[in-house]
């Protein structure tokens, strides 16, 4: 019986890898018509300056809904997007709609926003992407200061021209932000060489706050390391006020989760902020009293 079972796990296992393989083509297969016929859009999730309680931005995250597939998630899509040069073309509409973001708000009157936009290796990696965010800041004549890049720990890691680019990037004026930080192994001097303004922590140290004393001990560790190199820190996933509250305490400079907002379209996002500008909201003062 344990060789029968021991087979069937097999063609299980078999089956679900075939499975897997055919949702990658389907994805694959639909993705090049959703980024022509406007499937893929973006959306925007608030980032909250803790120091003044006022809206620092946003970060841009894409949004698949196909007529096909229904809404699929970029943590399924962008994978698979990496592994071809879509990557590229998803990643070049991303970063236009933002700039045309800014530049909408902007004429709106509001000037300081900042609009985070996500970038894969293969983007950092190619030697046209300086020219490209050149293009579009001309384009919608925008402040460079006005867009923020966020790259992974991972992505700079096996990548041998991301110090060049980043400071290619950066001589254009833009912020840059290294993405899923405590998730890689960036070391000391790596990360002291790279022209970083800001670390976002990744969310796994922020859910167990601030029951788990190694996670408390990881984000003050952090917030101390880049206080020393000048950088500044972004908690990424805070649902709770107990953990914003012990962001806060630890010095954490900004906060981004569902505790604010889930990510909303453009339009939803602009309500949100005028409502934000007239009162109720998640304090980021401290009530805690030792
Ligand atoms: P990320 O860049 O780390 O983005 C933050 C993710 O955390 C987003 O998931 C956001 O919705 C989610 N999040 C924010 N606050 C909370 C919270 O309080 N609780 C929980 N549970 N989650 C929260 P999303 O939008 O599903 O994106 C997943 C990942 O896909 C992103 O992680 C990013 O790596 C990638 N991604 C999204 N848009 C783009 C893009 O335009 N380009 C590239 N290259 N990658 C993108
Ligand atoms: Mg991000
Ligand atoms: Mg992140
Ligand atoms: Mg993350």
New binding site residues.
């Given amino acids: 019986h344990a060789k029968d079972a021991g087979k069937s796990c097999f063609k299980f296992y078999d089956f679900e890898l075939a499975m897997v393989s055919v949702e990658k083509n389907r994805i694959e297969r639909n993705m090049k018509g959703a980024l022509t016929n406007d499937e893929i859009c973006?959306e925007f999730?608030p980032l909250i300056d803790m120091n003044t309680g006022s809206i620092y931005g946003a970060?841009?995250?894409?949004?698949w809904y196909s007529r096909e597939l229904g809404m699929i998630?970029?943590?399924r899509f962008?994978p698979i997007a990496?592994q071809s040069n879509a990557?590229l073309q998803?990643?070049e509409k991303?970063l236009t709609e933002s700039c045309k973001q800014v530049k909408e708000w902007n004429e709106a009157g509001w000037h300081d926003l900042v609009v985070s936009?996500?970038?894969?290796a293969r983007?950092l990696s190619d030697k046209n992407f300086p020219n490209i965010i050149k293009a579009l800041l001309d384009e919608y004549a925008i402040s460079p200061q006005s867009i923020e890049l966020?790259v992974?720990e991972t992505s700079i890691q096996n990548n041998k021209y991301a110090k060049e680019q980043l400071e290619r990037i950066k001589r254009l004026g833009l912020r840059l932000a290294i993405?899923?930080f405590g998730t890689g192994y960036s070391s000391l001097s790596r990360l002291k060489s790279l022209p970083f303004d800001r670390v976002?922590i990744?969310?796994s140290f922020v859910r167990d706050l601030p029951h788990s004393e190694s996670d408390v001990e990881i984000c003050k560790a952090i917030l101390a390391l880049c206080n020393v190199l000048g950088m500044r820190v972004t908690a990424?996933?805070?649902?709770r006020q107990e953990q914003l509250e012990l962001l806060r305490e630890i010095g954490c400079h900004c906060a981004?989760?569902?505790?604010f907002s889930?990510?909303m379209s453009p339009e939803k996002f602009s309500q949100w902020v005028r409502e934000f500008g007239q009162g109720s909201r998640p304090s980021t003062e401290s009530h805690h009293h030792r």
Avoid: H, Y
């Fill in positions: 973006i999730q970060e841009a995250l894409c949004r998630s970029p943590e962008i990496e990557i998803l990643g991303v936009v996500n970038v894969s983007q966020e992974t993405d899923d976002k990744d969310r990424e996933g805070i649902e981004q989760g569902f505790l889930k990510a």
